[in-house]
């Protein structure tokens, strides 16, 4: 199918009438059991892994393409630059348009495998890669090491003059490459070394991150303004985006013909919109979409007894949490009113009740499965008792007031965001704490709010990147300052502290923490790294920044019009749309 589709036929396709009938022509009826779904989490640790050489893709090139696959989701983003966003929203429709230099196997719990680089090392400081030859992007450039190392100079390089720019530019870019990069050496038109600042154990995996996407150079030093790359992106991925249309929350994507790996099996992708959980996966079960995600339980139940689609789930990769800002709040800098309010919120009926069984109750930031993951410890147990004992100790007996952010829409690690927020302030005015609730309509709103540290509580979750336990530990609740950033005597920092990681939207800097989350980074001995991280989430588990609520499953809706196995559940990455057929 030709890349270029007019925007009359994007509405038609896009708009519930239109999509209902293309749907009922690519199903072929009504009746029958749907496929596999699933796209983002698993179990393996993925911890093992420094190099790769072996040939996974069959390079079918999308001869055969047919239909329009569509996607529901419960927010919809207007920037689709992977440099510029940490939202999960933004990576399933970028990791269609691009490719990383190192893959995830689909299925795994984040065995890698290659991507636009055939052959990758790691050596001390020194990522040696050979890079896949005859790939082009999507604007007809020629994909080169030029292009690796223009995307690693945009997100990091402020010498640089196409850089990307500190108030744009991600939180992502100072852990995957800015905090690590060297140089980027371009020795061949196929041959890349990257020289690190230090010995980093979890490079190869920051490689195949989402916004480690490889971007174009043509592009990039085409653009007067950086920005305008998140309306238009060219990869080299199995799908070409197509139209951003904000009015109706949609975005088109067109199958690439000349895609060097496996697929595209289908003409075209539309994401759309819906914010309602049940009615998105009412929308799976009617037919007018294909795969739906971030289901509450009732949802889930909802899809799992249709005749017309299935429910698909796997035990995922990842937290939710409520973060303390140590900063904006004083009384959050006490570890005994910390503590407190751990204690008072009843996480076993947020996950029991109000998620139904769809996770567990969370007892430090690294889920389970992940190498690292301390099995010594025990969510906290609710006791109103000690948490006004220990608030009393801490000189805060009569209690006192904060805001509490949420999202409104609902994410794999909180289906249901303001049931929760509820949830917290009842059991927290128990024990004589008021709690305001500032909801967002938008997330990528509530993630501004979040990132610029405004909140004094904010519900927050993370997917893992890589399978890597550094991926929670150190971009979560690192600050990613040096260690005498940090005035001495206290665990926190300001937000405005010189290259502060805003993803640690709890402002906590406990240098104990910090010193083995930084040694277990140099280490690639694995024994050594997993008992630094053992450690790091004990000193996590008794400072608690975070109350740690759940370890969520995947699930997602999934239509009978999506053929079995064609869809494949992954601990990490994705979704994989690349793969899926329709009937």
Not at 4 to 18: H, I, M, P, Q, Y
Not at 103 to 130: D, H, I, K, W
């Amino acid at each position: 199918m030709p890349r270029n589709v007019d925007r009359r036929t994007f509405l038609k396709t896009a708009g519930s009438a239109g999509l209902a009938a293309t749907l009922a022509g690519c199903s072929g009826g009504d009746g029958g059991e749907g496929g596999t779904g699933g796209d983002s989490t698993g179990t393996d640790s993925g911890s093992g892994g420094d190099g790769g050489s072996e040939d996974t893709e069959s390079g079918s090139g999308g001869s055969s393409m047919s239909g329009t696959l569509v996607y529901a989701r419960g927010d919809h983003p207007e920037n689709y630059d992977p440099q510029q966003t940490t939202s999960g929203e933004v990576a399933k429709v970028t990791n269609q348009v691009f490719d990383q230099l190192v893959g995830f196997t689909p299925g795994s719990g984040g065995q890698l495998r290659q991507g636009l680089a055939t052959e990758y090392s790691l050596e001390e400081t020194t990522a040696t890669l050979t890079l896949r030859e005859g790939v082009t992007f999507h604007n007809g450039a020629e994909f080169t090491g030029e292009d690796v190392r223009a995307t690693i100079r945009r997100f990091t390089d402020s010498e640089y003059e196409y850089y990307l720019g500190d108030s744009n530019r991600s939180g992502y870019g100072p852990f995957t490459f800015g905090n690590w990069v060297d140089s980027v050496n371009v020795t061949g038109d196929y041959e890349v070394e990257i020289e690190l600042t230090q010995q980093y154990a979890p490079f190869l995996r920051n490689l195949a991150m989402f916004a480690a996407a490889i971007l174009s150079q043509q592009q990039i030093e085409s653009l007067d303004d950086q920005v305008a790359l998140g309306t238009n992106p060219q990869g080299t991925g199995a799908f070409a985006f197509e139209q951003l249309d904000n009015g109706n929350q949609r975005v088109l994507l067109s199958g690439n013909g000349d895609y060097w790996g496996d697929g595209p099996n289908v003409e075209q992708v539309v994401f759309k919109t819906i914010g309602q959980n049940s009615t998105r996966v009412q929308d799976v079960i009617n037919g007018n979409s294909h795969i739906t995600d971030n289901l509450d339980s009732q949802s889930s139940q909802q899809v799992d007894s249709a005749g017309s689609a299935r429910l698909a789930s796997k035990n995922g990769i990842n937290v939710g949490y409520m973060a303390m800002n140590q900063e904006r709040k004083e009384e959050f800098r006490n570890r005994q009113v910390r503590q407190a309010i751990s204690y008072a919120i009843n996480t076993e009926a947020i996950v029991n009740s109000i998620y139904q069984g769809f996770a567990t109750q969370a007892d430090q930031p690294l889920p389970p499965d992940v190498l690292g993951y301390n099995e010594d410890l025990d969510p906290y147990p609710t006791d109103k008792e000690e948490a006004q004992s220990l608030l009393e100790e801490a000189g805060y007996g009569d209690g006192f007031e904060f805001e509490l952010a949420t999202f409104s829409n609902p994410r794999g690690y909180n289906p249901s965001p303001v049931e929760t927020a509820n949830q917290v302030k009842s059991d927290l005015e128990e024990i004589g704490l008021s709690v305001n609730i500032n909801q967002f309509s938008t997330f990528s709103s509530y993630l501004s709010y979040t990132d610029q540290g405004r909140h004094d509580a904010c519900f927050l979750g993370w997917y893992t990147d890589n399978a890597d336990p550094d991926n929670f530990l150190y971009v979560l609740l690192d600050p990613q300052v040096p260690m005498d950033a940090v005035p001495e005597g206290q665990d926190w920092v300001s937000f405005d502290t010189e290259g502060y990681n805003v993803l640690n939207v709890s402002a906590w800097a406990n240098a104990e923490f910090m010193s083995r989350v930084r040694e277990a980074q140099r280490s690639y001995d694995e024994a050594t790294r997993e008992q630094l991280y053992v450690e790091a989430n004990q000193i996590a588990h008794d400072e608690a920044p975070w109350v740690f609520i759940d370890y969520a499953q995947t699930l997602r809706g999934v239509n009978q019009a999506v053929v079995e196995d064609s869809y494949v559940v992954s601990s990490v990455g994705g979704p994989f749309l690349n793969t899926v057929r329709l009937q």
